[in-house]
Structures are given as structure tokens and as C-alpha cells.
DNA sequence: ACCTGAACACCGTTCAAGT
DNA sequence: ACCTGAACACCGTTCAAGT
């Protein structure tokens, strides 16, 4: 029973849950599968490389399959909301590495109104708000569960769709 | 000639600009101002307030007086440009303490034609926009300044562009 | 009041040595 | 091949003791 990548990453994202993002550190992956630290560098190479493992995951099968940008958008906030922490997570990788966040590659495609170089634009702007949404929407929610902030009933979901449906249509229409 | 909270941001200022935001440490703004790490506490209560002021000084005067919400999203942008990973250290700052950013609750003002509520969501909507915009650009710069990534001409004004232009049309116009 | 010295409780990563 | 033990070079923060 020698340890697999499989289980680092599987213990890397439980300790995710558990912990949150600054919580998540390679020692403790380590302690949490019962190994030592140096154990955890013979099936990975780094921790950002088990975090761009980890933000792929979080991403598997989102945006599912679709023509429609906002669809798109709506399936990445439920997959990022999905994991704790996730859109700061994926966010970290997508700077240091976007080549490893394939799904997000084919959001261009999605704007076939527009020319290229466009619709490349308008995916990267979708994404941008995306990201900083829920990432904005998951650290309130952590700050309220450590009673920092007060729980407001706030209108997320219609916050999140005045943006996409803004960003959709503005970048289709006339500038 | 005693230690001061300005040297303290000052001496922060000049780290963050010679090694970038993953250079920034306590030890090392201390070892830039010629003192121990402890001297630091008497002036700062933490990291993280030491980061909520820089990131309020780079943030300084943007955006400037204007009712137009693209060219707040200029200035924004180009007040971002003038710091080493300006990008970084704001939305750092914006998520576990939107309240130091003062100039960005000004926005939402911009778009008058909206209701309340809804120019909020305009205004986020642009700001995640803006700081997702600008932190991919200057990362993208660092890589190419390491050598990792290719000099590539892109059309970054372009980009921002059509980006500010499709939120703030679309946030006004019928979506 | 302000700073030093020294510690505490951590990090990511490497690598000889064991099995 | 895979893991341990132990180290290296770091962190942020605290706090007695000095001046």
C-alpha cells in the first residue's frame, strides 16, 4: 500500500476542505496521509504543482457543454463554489500557469458573433469577473462563519448575473 | 533619528518595488532599514496592515475627479501599473479588507443612470474586472522578464478597452 | 519609548541513508 | 522504488531584557 500521486492529491484537497487554502501546507498534506513531508516530492514535484492539480479538479466538467457564454459563466461559479476556497485556488494557478486550466481555453469559442482576437478578449474579461466574484463571495461567507462580519442575506445570484449578463451582451453589442 | 511608521511603509514601499510582492517579508524590510524584525512591531501591528497601506498609497489619487466610470477604470489601471505587482498587493488587500480601500467605494457613483443596487454591481463587476485585467498583465510581464515566457506584442490597451467598454455599455444598456 | 536578542511555531524543499 | 530523518534556508510574531 505505497503511496500514489492519486492520494496526495486526494489528501491535498481534503486538507483543502478542512483547512482552507492558507491552511493547506505540505507538511500537513504529509501528516494527514501519515508519511513525512519529503515523502510527498517523490510523486510530486511542488506545491504549486499539487495546487494546478487540485484547480483542475475543481474545474473538471465545467463549463459543461454549451454555446452560451452565460451558461458558461454560471457553470464555473457552481464549480468553484464547489470547493473551498476554489476561486482563490484556481485564480492561483491561472496566473502562474493558464496553460494548466485547459477548460478555460475554450470559452473564446463561445463568442462566435465577434472576431478572434475579440472573442478572446471577451472570454478573458468573463473570466477576470468571475474569479474575483466568487472569490469575493467566498471570503465573505468564511469571514462571516468566523463571526467577523455580519451574515447579510445578500442578492449574490443576481449580483453575479447583473455582471455576466453586462459583459455578454456589451461585448456583443455596440461599444 | 528614531524609526517611524512612514520609514516602515517607506522601507516596505522599496522591497516590494527591488523583489517583488514574494520577496516582500517582515525580515527582509527590516534588514532594508537596518534593524531587527521585532523593531517593526512597534510601529505596524502586522503584515497585513503594512500591506492595507501600501496598497492604499498605490491606489493614491485614482481614480482622479471624474464621472466617467471608463476613465476611472484608466486611472485605476494605470495607478496599478506604477507599483511592482500592484495588482497583487490590491486585491490582496480588497479581499480580507475591502473597507482600506476607500477610493474604490466611490464607483459605484459613476453609473448614475442605474439604481442603487445595481451601480454597486457595476462598479464590482468593472473593479474585479480591472484588478483580474491588470494582475495577469504584470504577472505576464514578470514571466517575460525571467525569460519563462516569450516577449509578445500584445495589444494590451486594446484588450482593456473593449473590456471597460462591453461592462459599462452593457451594465447601461438593456442586457 | 523604542529597540535588541532570542525564541516559538511554523514554512517548502533537498538528500543521504535505510529498506 | 519508496520512504525516513535530518537538515537548510527561510517565514510572522512575541517578549523579556536592555537603553
Redesign the interface.
Known amino acids: 500500500m505505497t503511496l500514489s500521486r492519486e492520494q496526495v492529491v486526494a489528501g491535498a484537497y481534503s486538507v483543502l476542505q478542512e483547512q482552507g487554502l492558507g491552511g493547506l501546507s505540505m507538511r500537513r498534506v504529509a501528516q494527514h496521509l501519515g508519511v513525512q513531508p519529503g515523502a510527498l516530492y517523490y510523486h510530486v514535484p511542488s506545491k504549486q504543482e499539487l495546487l494546478a492539480e487540485i484547480a483542475s479538479r475543481i474545474l473538471a466538467g465545467a463549463p459543461g457543454p454549451t454555446d452560451d457564454p452565460r451558461r458558461a459563466a454560471r457553470d464555473l461559479r457552481s464549480a468553484l463554489l464547489g470547493a473551498r476556497d476554489g476561486a482563490e485556488v484556481v485564480s492561483f494557478v ?3 500557469r493558464p496553460d494548466a486550466l485547459t477548460t478555460l481555453a475554450t470559452l473564446p469559442a463561445l463568442f462566435g458573433g465577434l472576431a478572434p ?2 472573442a478572446t ?2 472570454a ?2 468573463l ?3 468571475v ?3 466568487v ?2 463571495e467566498q ?1 465573505h461567507a468564511e469571514l462571516v462563519r468566523l463571526g467577523v462580519l455580519a451574515e447579510d442575506t445578500s ?1 449574490a445570484d ?2 453575479f448575473e ?2 455576466i ?7 456583443a ?3
Chains 1, 2 share one sequence.
Open positions: 491561472h496566473a502562474f482576437r475579440e478578449w471577451a478573458r474579461a473570466v477576470h469577473y474569479l474575483g466574484f472569490a469575493e471570503n442578492d443576481e449580483a447583473f455582471g449578463g453586462a459583459i455578454t451582451t456589451g461585448a453589442g455596440p461599444r
